[in-house]
């Protein structure tokens, strides 16, 4: 009855699974918890099953075939995905309305609302996902509000987001929250091993991916290794220009700037966190940099001062400030004695 491509999550899926027989599954549902441990999957599970030619989601057959792989579907009829879109990467309202993406080539033939108000096809319900559920802007967020809280019969919203705290409140009320948890790291780890990883990244993949499979793609998991190296050099006491390369947002990458700073941003609070840790005999969650983490930790090093600068320019991202000098304010912050 579960999907044998998705990792984790068994009792979330077999709770979902159970409600959903019953008929006791809400019309609006919320579906939080880290970036990458595999929520949309979770999510897609539930359209799958309706579509497997065997009604279990068992992963071989023609329908099960179109949720394999990286290329997922965005309409089908009993499932409509909406994700951000743009360099700004927001969800816009002509998409809540009419289902245009940017470059006017329709990606499903209408309108979130629209769609939901039809008939789920036969013995199906229907499931809009909503990606990235904290890049509504208001203005989407503010006409889907009725519809989430009460859909047509048989149609089910899932949002979907790392940053629950970013969706207005007046979203967040009309869902029934369920909370995920990261995998755990064999869950993860098996999921990597699959696409070829070897075990001599292991430590690193999965100290640095904290229980999800955002560095599944070696670009994503080297580039945060270079961050590491990055931070740990600007905490030393290196030049910022020389070093900070690897910090700075890619120019053509399809994620917007702000979000690619946060994940650097994010990654010197660890790297802080770590330090104190061990200024209090405690071992570093990044163990596999252990070592030179505690080296830094035995010196003069003030973790205040960085802490605060990096928290500042997490708030201050979604105002999509110029990435380096904000970079610089907090490599100068790490420097404050
Ligand atoms: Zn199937």
Known sequence: MFSPDISGHLPI?????ERLQAGRIRGSLLFAGPEGIGKRRVALE???REICFRRTACGQCEGCRMFAGDELPFELPNLLRVTPEGKAGIIRIDQIREGLDSA????FSRGVIEWASLAPPPKCHRWILVEEAHRL???SANILLKTLEEPPEGTHFILVTHRPEALLQTIRSRCERIPFAPLAEAEAWA???ARGWAEA???RWSALGEGSLRHLEEDAFRRAE???EAWLALLGGAAFTP??????PEKDAAQAQSEQLRLPLELLLRLLADLARIRAGSPPALAPWGERLATLAAGPLNLRPGQEAALEALRHLPRNLSPEPLLREVALALRVA
């Open 137 to 139: 802007n208001e203005a």
């Open 13 to 17: 899926r077999q709770r979902l699974l």
């Open 191 to 193: 999921v990597a091993r």
């Open 46 to 48: 539930l359209a799958q």
């Open 243 to 248: 070093v900070a390369g690897p910090l700075l």
């Open 104 to 107: 006017n080539q329709p990606r």
């Open 201 to 203: 990244d292991r430590a």
């Open 226 to 228: 270079a961050q590491v």
